[in-house]
């Protein structure tokens, strides 16, 4: 059985700072590409971060851009998000997925809230 479970939401401060974690579960985990995504109340889910299946290639959205750090470990399957210098803006729900062409696992999300 497929799972991706992520942690590390909660309740921030501006400015403040988040790490993020999914672990996963049921598929061959270093074979999988691993993305984070968000979705803000009203808006689309929109992509902030990337990492290649080795990890040697990461992007991120030109909006967290030097504030979130993604990582991996293929060792213990899971995924990291470190977010920085949080903005009110960065309030959303937090996704990680897997994918391999065309097969996509995706996780329950986890909430960020950033408020004074």
């Known amino acids: 059985q497929v799972q991706l479970v992520e942690s590390g939401g909660g309740l921030v401060q501006p400015g403040g700072s988040l790490r993020l974690s999914c672990a996963t579960s049921?598929?061959?985990?270093?074979?999988?590409?691993m993305s984070w995504y968000r979705q803000a109340p009203g808006k689309e889910r929109e992509l902030v971060a990337g990492?290649?299946?080795?990890?040697?290639?990461?992007n991120y959205a030109d909006s967290v851009k030097g504030r979130y750090t993604f990582a991996r470990d293929n060792v213990k399957n899971t995924v990291y998000l470190q977010m920085n210098s949080l903005k009110p803006e960065d309030t959303a729900v937090y996704y990680c997925?897997?994918?391999?062409?065309?097969?996509?696992?995706w996780g329950q999300g986890t909430q960020v809230t950033v408020s004074s």
């Open positions: 049921g598929f061959t985990f270093s074979y999988y590409a």
């Open positions: 997925k897997g994918n391999r062409g065309r097969v996509e696992y």
């Open positions: 990492i290649t299946s080795a990890g040697g290639s990461k």
